[in-house]
C-alpha cells in the first residue's frame, strides 16, 4: 500500500527567507507525486506534480520540488517566501490512471512570520 | 473551462439527522469523481469514488453513502449522522481517460454535527 509521511506538521518561516517542506512516501513503482496547498476553508489547489523525466519540477507561485527516488523523497522548495503562502500544504503519491486513489500525508502548516 | 461545485458550504446537524451533501463537475465529460473527508490537523481520506455512473467504491467502512446518479453528479448521504461525521468534506474530480492523476477540488462542505 502507497503512504506519504509529512514529518513536520508546523513550520515557521520569515518573509523573504528560503522554504523547504518535507515528503517521504512509500509505493512499489514509480509513483506520480503532488503537491496541494490549501488556504483556510478552501479546497486544494495543484502546485506541481511529477509523473517522469526531470527530477526538479517547477510549479505555480515559484515552488519547486526535487524527486529523489534512492531517498523517496519529493520536498518543495521556495527561494523566496511571501506572507500569502502561509497555508497548508499537503503531498500526495498516486498511480497513474487509477491516481483518483491518491494518498495524501498529513500535511504540514506554513506560518510566515512578517 | 472545468468548474466544480459544491453545497452546502456550511452545515450544523443534530446526531441521528440525514446528511445529503452534493457535488457538480461542469465543463467535462465522464470524469472520475472523488469523496475525501478532512478531520481537523489531519490529512485527506478518501471516503468513496466513482468511475462512472451508477459505480460507487467505498474505500472505509462507515456510516455514510455515495451515490452518482448522474456523470457529473455526485453525492454524500447519511441516514442518521453521527458526532464522529463532523469535519470537512471535499469534492474532488479527476480526468476518468487521462493519466494526469490531477486533482481538482471543490471549496469543501463543513459539518458540524452536535
Known amino acids: 500500500a502507497q503512504s506519504v509521511t509529512q514529518p513536520d506538521i508546523h513550520i515557521t518561516v520569515s518573509e523573504g527567507a528560503s522554504l523547504e517542506l518535507r515528503c517521504n512516501y512509500s509505493?512499489?513503482?514509480?509513483?506520480?507525486l503532488f503537491w496541494y496547498v490549501q488556504s483556510p476553508g478552501q479546497g486544494l489547489q495543484l502546485l506541481l506534480k511529477?509523473?517522469?523525466?526531470?527530477?526538479l519540477v517547477q510549479g505555480i507561485k515559484g515552488f519547486e520540488a526535487e524527486f529523489k527516488r534512492s531517498q523517496s523523497s519529493f520536498n518543495l522548495r521556495k527561494p523566496s517566501v511571501h506572507w500569502s503562502d502561509a497555508a497548508e500544504y499537503f503531498c500526495a503519491v498516486g498511480a497513474g490512471a487509477n491516481a483518483g486513489k491518491s494518498t495524501f500525508g498529513d500535511g504540514t502548516t506554513l506560518t510566515v512570520k512578517p | 473551462s472545468q468548474t466544480i461545485h459544491q453545497w452546502p458550504a456550511t452545515l450544523v446537524q443534530p446526531v441521528g439527522s440525514p446528511l445529503s451533501l452534493e457535488c457538480t463537475v461542469e465543463?467535462?465529460?465522464?470524469?472520475?469523481l472523488y469523496w475525501y473527508r478532512q478531520a481537523a490537523g489531519r490529512g485527506l481520506q478518501l471516503l468513496f469514488y466513482s468511475v462512472g455512473i451508477g459505480q460507487i467504491s467505498s474505500e472505509v467502512p462507515q456510516n455514510l453513502s455515495a451515490s452518482r446518479p448522474q456523470d457529473r453528479q455526485f453525492i454524500l448521504s447519511s441516514k442518521k449522522l453521527l458526532l464522529s461525521d463532523s469535519g470537512f468534506y471535499l469534492c474532488?474530480?479527476?480526468?476518468?481517460?487521462?493519466?494526469?492523476?490531477?486533482?481538482?477540488f471543490g471549496e469543501g462542505s463543513r459539518l458540524t454535527v452536535l
Open positions: 511529477y509523473f517522469s523525466g526531470d527530477t
Open positions: 474532488a474530480w479527476m480526468l476518468g481517460t487521462g493519466v494526469s492523476g490531477e486533482l481538482f
Open positions: 465543463g467535462t465529460s465522464n470524469p472520475n
Open positions: 509505493y512499489g513503482a514509480t509513483p506520480y
